[in-house]
């Protein structure tokens, strides 16, 4: 897997960590979080002048990376959609009866959502709208389920005979007693989502 910080690593600790995301490097960096976050996206693509001179949020630096596959055209998406429909749904889908060509889906696990992305079912850098990429959403939930949290995810398939076939991501949630601590990052995490419930008993994001 590529390391956005390569130049780091390698330099400033002697071997390449495979960082997935910014949260990562800045674990492993030992620069500044400013001078690591900068270095992070200089290494993905963007330019110097683009990159905030003050230390911007998590969740910003999320919005300005770019994507390594932007569109439903560059991923290699798996079109096997029987598959695809019943690790989500649990069961075929008739697409005939789908107005819009797409279905919605709500309550998908960790394991349903890391099993369409090791099927490429769904694009691990993709993002909808001003949401995080989904792989970051997913490391978030994943590090959540370790603390004793359940997050799942909200999204929609896409008609498989449409020429934009895939699977989409645009939402996150969590049931049962949630800590200030892990709404503060929540919070940090969907800033900029469209619908975002905070409460101390259920957390939810949704981008438009």
């Known amino acids: 897997m590529y390391c956005p910080m390569q130049l780091d690593c390698k330099i400033m600790t002697g071997q390449i960590h495979?960082?997935?995301?910014?949260?990562?490097?800045?674990?492993?960096?030992?620069?500044?979080?400013?001078?690591?976050?900068?270095?992070?996206?200089?290494?993905?693509?963007?330019?110097?002048?683009?990159?905030?001179?003050?230390?911007?949020?998590?969740?910003?630096?999320?919005?300005?990376?770019p994507l390594t596959a932007p569109g439903p055209l560059s991923f290699p998406y798996n079109r096997d959609y029987s598959t695809r429909d019943?690790?989500?749904?649990?069961?075929p889908v008739n697409w005939d009866e789908q107005l819009g060509g797409i279905k919605h889906f709500c309550d998908l696990s960790i394991a349903q959502l890391a099993e369409l992305i090791d099927g490429e079912f769904v694009?691990?850098?993709?993002?909808?709208?001003?949401?995080?990429?989904?792989?970051t959403l997913l490391e978030f939930a994943r590090n959540g389920e370790t603390r004793g949290?359940?997050?799942?995810?909200?999204?929609y398939a896409v008609h498989p005979s449409r020429e934009d076939y895939r699977t989409s991501i645009d939402g996150i949630g969590?049931?049962?007693?949630?800590?200030?601590?892990?709404?503060?990052?929540?919070?940090?995490?969907?800033?900029?989502?469209?619908?975002?419930?905070?409460?101390?008993?259920?957390?939810?994001?949704?981008w438009d």
């Open 18 to 65: 495979n960082c997935p995301n910014v949260s990562e490097c800045l674990r492993n960096s030992p620069l500044q979080r400013r001078s690591a976050m900068q270095l992070y996206f200089q290494n993905l693509g963007v330019q110097p002048e683009e990159v905030e001179t003050r230390t911007p949020s998590y969740s910003r630096l999320c919005v300005l990376a």
């Open 149 to 155: 949290f359940e997050f799942t995810f909200e999204g």
């Open 86 to 91: 019943r690790i989500i749904f649990g069961s």
């Open 174 to 206: 969590c049931e049962g007693t949630c800590p200030p601590s892990l709404i503060a990052e929540f919070r940090e995490l969907t800033r900029h989502a469209d619908e975002l419930t905070l409460q101390s008993h259920h957390l939810r994001a949704w």
């Open 123 to 135: 694009n691990p850098n993709s993002r909808h709208n001003l949401s995080p990429p989904i792989a």
